[in-house]
């Protein structure tokens, strides 16, 4: 079975620039969650999916983000412009259910803001 | 506000020394509770869980973790560490009372295990 992959694995992009970054969760899980750790912090939530549909994006640092789940399938999370404190390490993880469940996470994309 | 602490950012120790890492966590009410581990270089996996039932629980790689309600803690242990152990810890809640699904990590811990 596949699990959770994510493209690119790095990404540098100068300041003021658009990065698009993708997920692709384990077949069947309709929950998707975006997650991002800047460095030396903690990793923290920023937006869930159920299905298409944005179960809670209140983690979302503002409104240069946004993130789209096409046909409850793959999900992308676009920065536009990128700022320098958008670098960190984006990651994407999906679930089957909300509770008693485990969420499986993808390798992660490392975006540096330049 | 609702948030998970992890007593240590840096741990080295030396192989076949036990370690234990501190993990707390505020929230009030029914909690899953998670260690993951990232390898360098590998994504965040799963190392061992609690749902319910007995407050011991069982990993991968001889890890082990307890749920002390009482002290709102989850603390892992492995009584004697590999250098293949070397990675960075992370304790995560999700929380009935918060929105569901969504992982509250503490800031992880860099575990060195010295050959």
């Known amino acids: 079975e596949a699990g959770v992959t994510q493209f690119p694995s790095h990404s540098v992009i100068e300041k003021g620039q658009t990065v698009t970054l993708r997920c692709d969760p384990i077949s069947g899980h309709d929950n998707l969650y975006w997650y991002r750790r800047v460095m030396g912090k903690e990793i923290k939530f920023l937006l869930h999916f159920v299905k298409e549909s944005k179960q809670d994006e209140s983690g979302m640092p503002n409104n240069r983000f946004l993130a789209e789940r096409t046909g409850g399938t793959y999900s992308t999370l676009k920065v536009q412009p990128a700022e320098l404190e958008d670098s960190g390490v984006y990651f994407c993880?999906?679930?089957?259910?909300?509770?008693?469940?485990?969420?499986?996470f993808g390798q992660g994309t490392r975006l540096t803001v330049v | 506000a609702q948030s998970v602490s992890q007593h240590n950012h840096h741990v080295i120790l030396s192989e076949a020394a036990s370690l234990e890492l501190g993990c707390n966590y505020s929230?009030?009410?029914?909690?899953?509770l998670f260690w993951y581990v990232q390898y360098p270089g590998q994504h965040l996996q799963l190392l061992l869980k609690?749902?319910?039932?007995?407050?011991l629980v069982k990993g991968i790689k001889g890890f082990e973790a307890e749920f002390i309600k009482s002290k709102f803690s989850f603390n892992l242990r492995k009584p004697s560490v590999q250098w293949s152990d070397t990675a960075e810890y992370f304790c995560a809640v999700n929380s009935l009372t918060d929105s569901w699904g969504k992982l509250q990590f503490g800031a992880g811990t860099q575990v060195v295990v010295t050959p």
């Open positions: 929230y009030g009410g029914t909690v899953n």
């Open positions: 993880a999906s679930s089957q259910r909300l509770w008693n469940t485990e969420a499986f």
């Open positions: 609690y749902f319910s039932g007995d407050p």
